[in-house]
Each structure stands twice: as structure tokens, then as C-alpha cells.
């Protein structure tokens, strides 16, 4: 198998002492970045090009790939402990993470999240080692109606078995949609909804809404519920970790599921963020025993992690093999391979086998380390909880209003976190869905975008989302999460009210 | 108290004044490279190549960041030069979006707001098809879309920038009717045509590369007064000099290229422009610079001064011509 010898022959280029020390001061560099809000990979790994200069480019790809692992591990962190998504692709996590911390299982919850995230990451390796050929021709097929349906996939899957009350889910996901139009148009060049400011002119940054509802809003409603972090206390020991490692096996359903939901995503642009969010909504959905999400149920906690992180290594395969980075951090990649002097494209793993597979061979060695690393480090995390909420509450509050910051440098955004925190604090009290929101503010433009793109070639006509059978079988797919959830609670219903009749 | 005030004064205004005495150099804050486009695109290359080689060769000892602020086809970057009137450590790097913005987008700056330091290249542009498409030259192309009209997809960057322009001088020259869809970037537009769902595309040499490499896509001509430099075979034994120049297919379009242009905050003393005008220049003249040209296609130029001027005069005239026959400009 060809495959497997061009493989260990990546071995045999990644795994030098040079090599290694990279990848151990990548992931390291990462996790930094990722726990705090807004830095984040993009601008880490942006922020470390210059130095690259120097490296051949198997090392420079080496760091830079290590460091945005490392990244998408401490991303979970502060999801799991204080509320806040250190990355946009961990705010699902927080959905589960957040409220198993509370209980006072934060050890639990970190282990769970890291464990799964390499987990996630070898199967998004492996389907890259085998599949590299194959997975980058399934990428040509998607054009502007294919990724309309994916993310109708995404929103259908997440909101179809929504547990707020439809009407109140409905106002979350319209505000979410109407703040993800704020900008220039790219269909149409139009510059809408900034109302003269022009810092309003790139839109209003995800990340920093995003900071503000979760952040701001969760420490808002800490300190009106009396100046304490709820289930402050937790055991702190590593023996935790290893009980929960051996829960794991428990969850391999979902783990496989939503592991080949990142691989899907992260192949086909639709990014970590939206795998995230879809492959949470479907484990929802396929899941009915036992406590309700949102509880801190474990599996709400593997299903994101996983698909989060295979399809952040599969992200990989399209920005080598196509040219097309499927998320910010891969955008940024490319731009350095480009400096070095590679062209992203098919033809560069025919060209420069050692590169291509030094990296992927570093990708395996370098998840691992991750894993250790992070595992290594979530006691001393979770003891995080324990400082008493008068020191801790002021730090968050600056490292949210820095992390804002560093998203573009302007002073704009920080007001924006105020005003967004003061929405999420309401939100939270009247008790709206915050999901729905960030779900579409992060696919709202993209799905704007392609729905506008498919209507142009079509001439305006629907039917070019039925008009070949991958489109369809998506479109299809979509529908039947969106509407079987709510037929079958009124079957149901309808059952039980039949005797009574 | 107050005369140890006064000495630091005097002393903070003699330390000020000793730089612009010798020769004019940025403060020792560091320079901003604001780069009018997201990671990784054309306008980012430009500048961290730029950056690599000022660094890598020691003309510049400053150390340097690079900011992304790609909102607004770029517009963001230019209304922080505005907001950044007179700051002499920030360089703005963009195309002639600079100055074209302006007249499509109702935005709340000015050409006047930056003041032009010099264009480095010149970016081609390619009329590209999929490999197995049914149009061997460009009048094939031309002729199908008047048979057909309005049904030929078009893909290319953004809206009303620089691809979509191209597109509309095409039908314009032509009288063909073509449909345009904008998609977000060159590589996506790219990988739209190598998978199938638009017809044509105009991307610039660099971003349709490793899909030509691969057979998946064919150039079919380029909108340059000459043919390209000599290259080494890159798909088959075809290399960037076969490609025919459109007028020469029987395209009437002399030259429609864009400039890849270093912009300042508008009110900077004319040393400061200097300072670095001669920094560019001894860039362009670097072996980095000259690698860099060659792996991404573009013709090196270096234009400054008048010669610049004239070159944004003639290009914004006959761009907006386009513009108003597209009746885009809002009048």
C-alpha cells in the first residue's frame, strides 16, 4: 500500500529532536492561545509566521500545525470552567462542559473533552492517511447549492429538537441572522445595516459577540445570584482522570458519529464551528434516555469535542490538496505555504512528498503529545475553580475585554462585548435559547451567501437544491431532522390521547 | 519639581528632534503592515513578502506586524489609514481597490485620505475553462455566450472588484452576455471551476496554479500587452509563454492588469515617504522579491512618483469608464 510507506517514511522525517521540540513548543504555544478568549489560533499561528522565515518549510508546517492543535485543546478549557469559548469552534462544549463543571465535576469534564478531542483528531488522521486522493475529488463536487444544503444540514440538525420553546428559539435564531448580515454583502457588494459606523463596515466579529453573551453575561448573572461561582469546590485527582478514560468506551456511538461528522466537514468547507454544532444537535437528537442535554450530560461534551477536532485535522486535507482552507486558522497556514514558496494544489503531494507527509506523520505525533499534555495539566486547571470569585471574577472580566480586543485592535468591539453581555444576561433570565444565536451568526452569511449564489445560477429557481442526487439526499436529510422530531412528539400525543377519546 | 519637569521636557523634544535631524526614520514603535485583504489571499502574500525580505535583508530595522483588515473588500484598511491621518509608522498594502472602491461603494473615505509610496507588480489576469470543456479558444467562449446568452457562468472574486470589472469589459468588448456569480476568494473560484459549477473564471496566475498543474483547468488567454515570461513546462509542455494574449486570440482588450500598491496615512512629510519609497525600492531589486514573482506569475515593475500617479490616473479613468457603462457607480 503506497500510502502506508509514504506514511512511515513521514515518520521518519518528523520524528527528529528538532522535529519533536517543535511540536512540544507548538502545542504548548497553542494552549496558551486557545485559552485565551479571542486570541486564539488565527492570529497564534499568524502572529508566528515571521519566525518561520527561518525553518525549512516541513518545521515551519510542523510548529505551526502543532500549535493550532494545541490550540483547539485549550480552546475547550475555559468553555468547560468559566462559561467563556476560548475558540468559536468550542462553544458547544459549553453547552454540557459548563454545567458538569458546575456540578462540581470539572476533572470529569476536562478529561472527557481532551480524551475526545484526540480521539477525534486520529480519526480525522486516519481518514486523511488512507482517503487522501478521494477525500479531495469529494470536495470538487460541492459547488454554491451543495453548501447551501450542508448548512441547512447544520441549522436543521441543531434547532430540530430545540428544548426551548419554538417561538422563543425563533427570536435567538432571527437576531442571530440579522447581526450575521451587518457589512459588506459578497454577492452583492452592498454595505448593509452599519448605520454610518464604519467600524461596522467587516461585520460584527463572532468571536467578540460571542465573549460578550457567554462571558459578560454568565458573570452578570454570577454576581446577581450572590457573588459566588456556582459549585466552586470540586476533588481535584488525577485518579479522576484515569475513572473517567475508562467511561469512555461507554460513548463509542456517539464518538464514531460525530467523528465522521467533523471528517464531513472539516473535507467539505463547513469548518469546526459548524461540526461542532451539528454533530452536538444530532447526538441530542439520537439520544433520548437518560438527564436532558444541557445538563452536563457526557455525551454532550464527546459529541462536539470530537468532531471539533477531527474536523479541524481534516481541514488539512482541502487547503493542501485544493487550495481551499476550510477554517481561519487553515486560511492563515496557506498564506505561509505560499511565502515558502509551495503552491497548495494536487499536485503538491506529488511534488513534495516530504513535506505533505512529514506533516501528517507530525499530525499523529504531535495529537498525541497534545493529549499528554493536556491531560498532564487538568488538575491544575480545574483547581482554577477554587479561587474564591473576588480575585477570579475581575480577571475574567480582563481577559474577556483583552480578548475582544485582540480579535481586529479596535476599541469598538469592547462596547460591543458590553452591550452583548448585558443582551446575554437577558437572555438568560427571560430565559431565550443562546444557541440558536451564535449558530446563526456563524452560518447565517455563509448560508446567505450560497442560497444567493445558487439563486443566481438557477435564475431563482428552488428546484437547483434537488437537481442532483448529492444535493438532495443533503436537502432531504435536513428536512427530516427538522420536521421527524416534532411529527413524532405529535404521534405520540396523538397516541396517547387516542384511548382516552 | 517643576525644572526637573522642565529638563525631561527639553530633553523628550531634543531625543524627538535628533532622528529628523540625520536622516527621517519611523519612531522605534513598531511599523503596521495593514493589509487591505483576510490571511492568506494575493494582498497578504504581497505584504509578507515584503515583510520577510525588509527583515531578511536588513533594510529595515523595525520590527514589523502585519495586520489583516480585509472588511468591506478592503475598505476597512483604508478608513484606518483615514483614522490614522499623519502616522508615519503604518503602510497600507492593497491593489487599485484603493482607489476604485470609492466610486462603487458609498464609503466614508477618500483617495485622498492615503498618499500612493509605489506599486512593486503587476498581477495578470487569465481567462481559465475546465480542462474538458468544449471551448478550445476564447471566440469559442465568446460565441457560445452570444448563442447562448446569459446562461455561460462566470465565476469569480467579490462583487463589483476587479474580476467582476474584467468580466463586464469582456461583454462590453464583445457583446456576449455572460452570468456572473461572486464568490469569496480566487482559490474558492478556483476549485468552483476544477469541480464544474461555473464555466469560466479570471483568476490570476497564482491562484489557478496548482489546478493547472494537475490537468484540471486550462488557461485560454491573458489580458497583457505581451505574452508572459518564459517558464518551465508547467502542465503538459505547456508554460505560462504559450498562452496566447487575447488581443492576439482575437479578444480586442490591449492590457487589464492590477497593480499590487503600498499606500501611507495622508499627511505624512515627504522624508517619511521617501524613507520608504527607497525601501521598496531596494526590496524590488532583492533576490526574495525576484522568487517571489516568478512562483506566483506576476510581472515585477516598480512604479513611484509620477510614473505612479500617471499609472492610478490612466487606470482609474478607464476602470470607471467600465464602471459607468455597468451603471454601478450610483449616478
Known amino acids: 500500500m503506497g500510502n502506508f510507506d509514504l506514511l512511515m517514511h513521514g515518520f521518519g522525517i518528523a520524528i527528529t529532536p528538532m522535529h519533536l521540540m517543535l511540536m512540544v513548543a507548538g502545542v504548548l504555544m497553542g494552549l496558551i492561545v486557545g485559552v485565551l478568549p479571542g486570541l486564539g489560533a488565527p492570529n497564534g499561528v499568524s502572529l508566528l509566521i515571521p519566525l518561520t522565515f527561518a525553518l525549512d518549510p516541513t518545521s515551519a508546517i510542523i510548529l505551526l500545525s502543532s500549535m493550532y492543535w494545541g490550540a483547539l485543546f485549550g480552546g475547550s478549557t475555559t468553555s468547560i470552567l468559566f462559561n467563556i469559548p476560548g475558540e468559536p469552534s468550542s462553544v458547544a462544549t459549553t453547552f454540557d462542559g459548563y454545567p458538569m463543571a458546575q456540578k462540581g465535576e470539572s476533572t470529569r469534564a476536562l478529561t472527557l473533552a481532551f480524551m475526545s478531542a484526540g480521539i477525534g483528531a486520529l480519526l480525522g488522521i486516519i481518514v486523511i492517511t488512507l482517503l487522501a486522493g478521494w477525500a479531495s475529488n469529494f470536495a470538487l463536487k460541492f459547488g454554491a447549492p451543495e453548501y447551501f444544503a450542508v448548512y441547512f444540514l447544520a441549522f436543521a440538525a441543531f434547532i430540530g429538537m430545540g428544548s426551548a420553546s419554538p417561538a422563543k428559539t425563533l427570536v435567538s435564531l432571527a437576531t442571530g441572522l440579522i447581526l450575521s448580515t451587518v457589512g459588506m454583502d459578497t454577492v452583492t457588494g452592498e454595505v448593509r445595516l452599519t448605520f454610518g459606523y464604519d467600524e461596522l463596515l467587516s461585520g460584527i466579529s463572532f468571536l467578540v459577540v460571542v465573549i460578550g453573551l457567554f462571558g459578560i453575561g454568565e458573570l452578570l448573572s454570577t454576581v446577581q445570584e450572590g457573588l459566588r461561582f456556582r459549585g466552586v469546590s470540586s476533588r481535584i485527582d488525577l485518579r479522576d482522570v484515569l475513572r473517567t478514560i475508562r467511561e469512555l468506551p461507554r460513548y463509542w456511538a456517539t464518538t464514531i458519529r460525530s467523528g465522521l461528522i467533523g471528517i464531513w466537514m472539516g473535507i467539505t468547507p463547513g469548518g469546526p464551528t459548524a461540526a461542532s454544532f451539528m454533530s452536538y444537535g444530532i447526538a441530542r437528537q439520537a439520544s433520548r434516555k437518560g438527564q436532558p442535554f444541557g445538563t452536563g450530560r457526557p455525551e454532550g461534551i464527546v459529541a462536539p469535542e470530537t468532531a471539533d477536532h477531527s474536523a479541524g485535522t481534516c481541514a488539512m486535507l482541502p487547503m493542501l490538496a485544493l487550495g481551499v482552507p476550510s477554517s481561519a486558522t487553515a486560511a492563515v497556514m496557506m498564506g505561509g505555504l505560499m511565502i515558502w514558496g509551495l503552491t497548495p494544489g494536487p499536485m503538491l503531494f506529488a511534488t513534495k512528498p516530504d513535506f505533505v507527509w512529514g506533516l501528517i506523520a507530525s499530525m499523529y505525533i504531535s495529537n498525541i503529545v497534545g493529549v499528554i499534555l493536556v491531560l498532564a495539566t487538568v488538575p491544575m486547571f480545574a483547581a482554577l475553580l477554587r479561587i474564591p470569585f473576588a480575585i477570579i471574577g475581575p480577571m475574567i472580566v480582563a481577559i474577556c475585554f483583552v480578548g475582544a480586543y485582540t480579535v481586529s485592535n479596535s476599541t469598538f468591539d469592547l462596547w460591543l462585548v458590553l452591550v452583548f453581555g448585558l443582551v446575554g444576561y437577558m437572555f438568560n433570565r427571560l430565559d431565550y435559547p443562546l444557541a440558536p444565536l451564535v449558530l446563526a451568526m456563524v452560518l447565517g452569511h455563509k448560508a446567505e451567501n450560497a442560497f444567493h449564489q445558487s439563486m443566481v445560477l438557477s435564475d431563482g429557481s428552488l428546484g437547483i437544491f434537488f437537481s442532483n442526487t448529492l444535493v438532495s439526499s443533503i436537502m432531504v436529510l435536513g428536512l427530516a431532522l427538522l420536521i421527524l422530531p416534532k411529527m413524532l412528539q405529535l404521534g405520540g400525543r396523538l397516541r396517547r390521547k387516542m384511548p382516552v377519546e | ?331
Open chain 2, 1 to 331: 519639581m517643576t525644572k526637573l519637569t522642565t529638563a525631561l521636557i527639553a530633553a523628550t523634544a531634543v531625543m524627538a528632534a535628533a532622528p529628523a535631524m540625520a536622516q527621517w526614520e519611523p519612531n522605534n514603535r513598531p511599523v503596521e503592515f495593514v493589509v487591505a485583504s483576510g490571511a492568506g489571499g494575493g494582498t497578504d502574500n504581497f505584504a509578507r513578502t515584503i515583510q520577510s525580505v525588509l527583515s531578511r535583508d536588513g533594510i529595515m530595522d523595525q520590527s514589523i506586524v502585519v495586520l489583516n483588515k480585509g472588511g468591506g473588500s478592503g475598505a476597512e484598511a483604508f478608513l484606518y489609514a483615514k483614522q490614522n491621518k499623519g502616522d508615519a509608522n503604518k503602510l497600507i498594502f492593497g491593489t487599485n481597490n484603493v482607489y476604485l472602491l470609492p466610486h462603487v461603494a458609498k464609503l466614508a473615505y477618500t483617495t485622498d485620505d492615503l498618499q500612493p509610496v509605489a506599486a512593486l507588480a503587476l498581477d495578470e489576469f487569465l481567462v481559465w475553462v475546465k480542462a474538458d470543456s468544449p471551448y478550445e479558444n476564447i471566440t469559442d467562449l465568446i460565441e457560445a455566450a452570444k448563442a447562448e446568452p446569459g446562461q455561460i457562468v462566470f465565476g469569480g472574486s467579490q462583487s463589483k472588484d476587479t474580476d467582476e470589472t474584467l468580466v463586464a469589459l469582456i461583454e462590453q468588448t464583445s457583446g456576449a452576455d455572460f452570468k456572473y456569480v461572486p464568490f469569496n476568494g480566487g482559490g474558492e473560484v478556483g476549485v468552483q471551476l476544477a469541480g464544474g459549477h461555473v464555466a469560466a473564471n479570471v483568476n490570476n496566475p497564482n491562484e489557478n496554479l496548482g489546478q493547472w498543474q494537475a490537468g484540471a483547468v486550462r488557461p485560454l488567454c491573458v489580458f497583457a500587452p505581451e505574452r508572459m515570461a518564459e517558464s518551465e513546462a508547467i502542465s503538459g509542455d505547456m508554460g505560462w509563454q504559450d498562452i496566447p494574449t487575447c488581443k492576439e486570440a482575437g479578444l480586442d482588450i490591449e492590457s487589464y492588469r492590477m497593480p499590487r500598491t503600498v499606500w501611507v496615512p495622508a499627511d505624512l512629510p515627504e522624508e517619511a515617504v521617501a524613507y520608504y519609497r527607497d525601501a521598496l525600492q531596494k526590496v524590488s531589486e532583492s533576490e526574495g522579491w525576484k522568487d517571489y514573482l516568478t512562483r506566483t506569475s506576476q510581472s515585477g515593475a516598480f512604479l513611484a512618483g509620477d510614473e505612479l500617479k500617471a499609472f492610478i490616473d490612466e487606470n482609474e479613468t478607464s476602470t470607471v469608464a467600465v464602471f459607468k457603462a455597468e451603471g454601478w457607480t450610483g449616478e
